[in-house]
Nanobody, 124 residues
Framework: QVQLVESGGGLVQAGGSLRLSCAAS????????MGWFRQAPGKEREFVAG????????RYADSVKGRFTISRDNAKNTMYLQMNSLKPEDTAVYYC?????????????????WGQGTQVTVSS
């Protein structure tokens, strides 16, 4: 079993920055992939960024490329999402997720474990 706990959400003005953290526990993460997803009111949950735990290979949604950076600290079993140049359309509940294997899929159905989510609100 894997437990994921997000933190770091909050209210920020447009153009500002936030850093989200996802602390993972329960199993070794050598062969896992993890991702950040978000869900705005009335919309489906969507992929934001993903990372292979072993290789560090990353991928991003087009909407956040150049503004968001995903990273991980192997020693702390923690994943981060640095969000810069935030826009009102980035407002959503952000979730971290994990799946077995090294491929950071964009498909929510392929992730087995999920955190509880953290709210990010960007004001204009």
């Amino acid at each position: 079993q894997v437990q994921l706990v997000e933190s770091g959400g909050g209210l920020v003005q447009a153009g500002g920055s936030l850093r989200l953290s996802c602390a993972a526990s329960g199993r070794a993460f050598g062969s896992y992939a993890m991702g950040w997803f978000r869900q705005a009111p009335g919309k489906e949950r969507e992929f934001v960024a993903g990372i292979s735990w072993s290789s560090g290979r990353t991928r991003y949604a087009d909407s956040v490329k150049g503004r968001f950076t995903i990273s991980r600290d192997n020693a702390k079993n923690t994943m981060y999402l640095q969000m810069n140049s935030l826009k009102p359309e980035d407002t959503a509940v952000y979730y971290c997720a994990a799946r077995g294997g090294s491929y950071a899929s964009t498909d929510t159905n392929e992730y087995e474990w999920w955190g509880q989510g953290t709210q990010v609100t960007v004001s204009s």
